[in-house]
Protein backbone atom coordinates (compact mmCIF):
# COMPACT_ATOMS: atom_id res chain seq x y z
CA UNK A 1 0.00 0.00 0.00
CA UNK A 2 1.59 3.36 -0.91
CA UNK A 3 1.48 5.81 1.80
CA UNK A 4 2.49 9.18 3.23
CA UNK A 5 3.26 10.58 6.83
CA UNK A 6 2.92 13.83 7.96
CA UNK A 7 2.64 16.09 10.83
CA UNK A 8 -1.33 16.23 12.18
CA UNK A 9 -3.01 19.21 11.96
CA UNK A 10 -6.33 20.38 13.14
CA UNK A 11 -8.25 19.35 10.13
CA UNK A 12 -7.43 16.16 10.34
CA UNK A 13 -9.52 15.61 13.44
CA UNK A 14 -12.37 14.49 12.34
CA UNK A 15 -11.05 11.72 10.52
CA UNK A 16 -8.91 11.43 13.51
CA UNK A 17 -11.99 10.71 15.66
CA UNK A 18 -13.76 8.35 13.46
CA UNK A 19 -10.63 6.43 13.44
CA UNK A 20 -10.62 6.78 16.93
CA UNK A 21 -14.19 5.42 17.45
CA UNK A 22 -13.50 2.84 15.51
CA UNK A 23 -10.34 1.57 18.25
CA UNK A 24 -13.22 2.37 21.01
CA UNK A 25 -15.69 0.02 19.42
CA UNK A 26 -12.93 -3.06 19.57
CA UNK A 27 -13.32 -2.78 23.12
CA UNK A 28 -9.75 -3.45 23.85
CA UNK A 29 -7.91 -0.40 22.51
CA UNK A 30 -8.65 1.73 25.61
CA UNK A 31 -10.48 2.31 28.75
CA UNK A 32 -12.03 5.86 27.48
CA UNK A 33 -15.78 5.45 26.73
CA UNK A 34 -15.87 8.36 24.31
CA UNK A 35 -14.18 10.34 21.59
CA UNK A 36 -12.92 13.33 23.25
CA UNK A 37 -13.92 16.64 21.35
CA UNK A 38 -10.63 18.73 19.23
CA UNK A 39 -10.33 20.66 22.36
CA UNK A 40 -9.85 17.88 24.99
CA UNK A 41 -7.99 16.28 22.39
CA UNK A 42 -5.15 18.75 21.64
CA UNK A 43 -4.76 19.44 25.57
CA UNK A 44 -4.14 15.69 26.18
CA UNK A 45 -1.45 14.98 23.67
CA UNK A 46 1.86 16.52 23.03
CA UNK A 47 2.42 19.32 20.24
CA UNK A 48 5.58 17.20 19.38
CA UNK A 49 5.24 13.59 17.40
CA UNK A 50 1.93 13.62 16.38
CA UNK A 51 1.52 12.02 13.08
CA UNK A 52 -0.73 10.89 10.53
CA UNK A 53 -0.82 8.25 7.90
CA UNK A 54 -2.34 8.59 4.26
CA UNK A 55 -2.95 6.97 1.34
CA UNK A 56 -4.30 8.77 -1.74
CA UNK A 57 -4.98 11.56 0.34
CA UNK A 58 -7.04 9.77 3.35
CA UNK A 59 -6.01 9.69 6.51
CA UNK A 60 -6.20 6.24 7.14
CA UNK A 61 -4.08 6.68 11.18
CA UNK A 62 -2.45 8.74 13.71
CA UNK A 63 -0.12 8.50 16.30
CA UNK A 64 0.41 10.74 19.33
CA UNK A 65 2.64 11.08 22.81
CA UNK A 66 1.12 11.78 26.12
CA UNK A 67 2.89 12.76 29.22
CA UNK A 68 4.06 10.20 31.45
CA UNK A 69 4.35 12.97 33.89
CA UNK A 70 4.42 17.06 34.58
CA UNK A 71 7.09 16.65 37.02
CA UNK A 72 10.86 17.75 34.95
CA UNK A 73 12.69 14.71 36.24
CA UNK A 74 10.44 12.90 33.59
CA UNK A 75 10.58 15.29 30.91
CA UNK A 76 11.74 12.55 28.23
CA UNK A 77 9.02 9.88 29.00
CA UNK A 78 5.89 9.65 27.12
CA UNK A 79 2.82 7.06 26.40
CA UNK A 80 2.25 6.50 22.77
CA UNK A 81 -1.12 6.44 21.30
CA UNK A 82 -2.13 4.56 18.27
CA UNK A 83 -4.73 4.21 15.85
CA UNK A 84 -5.34 2.62 12.35
CA UNK A 85 -8.55 2.92 10.28
CA UNK A 86 -10.25 -1.04 10.66
CA UNK A 87 -10.20 -0.76 6.74
CA UNK A 88 -6.51 -0.45 6.87
CA UNK A 89 -4.82 -2.58 9.01
CA UNK A 90 -2.65 -5.14 8.58
CA UNK A 91 -0.88 -3.07 5.90
CA UNK A 92 1.99 -2.07 7.52
CA UNK A 93 1.06 1.22 8.22
CA UNK A 94 1.08 1.08 12.58
CA UNK A 95 4.42 -0.35 12.22
CA UNK A 96 5.40 3.01 9.64
CA UNK A 97 3.83 5.25 12.45
CA UNK A 98 5.86 4.13 14.74
CA UNK A 99 9.29 3.63 13.62
CA UNK A 100 8.33 7.38 12.40
CA UNK A 101 6.99 8.59 16.27
CA UNK A 102 9.95 6.68 17.67
CA UNK A 103 12.60 8.55 15.55
CA UNK A 104 11.20 12.25 15.77
CA UNK A 105 10.82 11.53 19.61
CA UNK A 106 14.46 10.78 19.86
CA UNK A 107 15.15 13.84 17.79
CA UNK A 108 12.71 15.57 20.41
CA UNK A 109 14.68 14.47 23.44
CA UNK A 110 12.51 10.78 24.73
CA UNK A 111 14.31 8.70 26.15
CA UNK A 112 11.69 6.20 27.14
CA UNK A 113 8.40 5.44 24.94
CA UNK A 114 5.90 3.15 26.99
CA UNK A 115 2.37 2.20 26.02
CA UNK A 116 -0.02 0.25 28.05
CA UNK A 117 -2.25 -2.27 26.15
CA UNK A 118 -4.98 -4.72 26.27
CA UNK A 119 -3.63 -8.17 27.28
CA UNK A 120 -6.70 -9.39 24.19
CA UNK A 121 -4.84 -6.89 21.79
CA UNK A 122 -2.86 -9.26 20.67
CA UNK A 123 -1.88 -7.07 16.97
CA UNK A 124 -1.14 -4.21 18.92
CA UNK A 125 1.22 -6.25 21.34
CA UNK A 126 3.28 -7.80 18.76
CA UNK A 127 3.50 -4.25 16.51
CA UNK A 128 5.19 -2.43 19.48
CA UNK A 129 7.31 -5.81 20.20
CA UNK A 130 8.34 -5.67 16.53
CA UNK A 131 9.57 -1.97 16.73
CA UNK A 132 11.53 -2.46 19.82
CA UNK A 133 9.72 -2.19 23.18
CA UNK A 134 9.88 -5.09 25.90
CA UNK A 135 7.14 -5.96 28.23
CA UNK A 136 7.91 -4.27 31.75
CA UNK A 137 5.14 -6.16 33.49
CA UNK A 138 1.08 -7.21 33.94
CA UNK A 139 -0.97 -4.26 34.99
CA UNK A 140 -3.43 -6.71 36.73
CA UNK A 141 -7.41 -5.62 36.86
CA UNK A 142 -5.99 -2.25 35.86
CA UNK A 143 -9.39 -1.31 34.60
CA UNK A 144 -13.17 -2.56 34.37
CA UNK A 145 -15.44 -1.86 31.76
CA UNK A 146 -19.33 -3.49 31.57
CA UNK A 147 -18.69 -5.54 34.64
CA UNK A 148 -15.48 -6.99 33.49
CA UNK A 149 -12.04 -6.45 34.94
CA UNK A 150 -8.68 -5.88 32.34
CA UNK A 151 -5.44 -6.56 32.49
CA UNK A 152 -3.00 -4.32 30.71
CA UNK A 153 0.88 -5.08 29.31
CA UNK A 154 3.19 -2.32 30.27
CA UNK A 155 5.97 -2.02 27.40
CA UNK A 156 8.53 0.34 27.16
CA UNK A 157 11.20 1.21 24.58
CA UNK A 158 14.51 3.29 25.56
CA UNK A 159 16.64 5.05 23.20
CA UNK A 160 19.99 3.27 22.50
CA UNK A 161 21.87 6.70 24.73
CA UNK A 162 19.55 5.87 27.86
Known amino acids: MDYTIREFEKRDFPTCAIIYQEGLDTGIATFETKVP ?50 TARGNGLGTALLKTCILQSEKEGFWTLQAKI ?28 NGTWYDNILLERRTQTA
Open 37 to 86: DYQQWNTKYLEQCRFVILSKDEVLGWIALTPFSNRKVYSGVAEVSLYISK
Open 118 to 145: FLQNKGSLHLFETCGFRKVGVREKLGMR
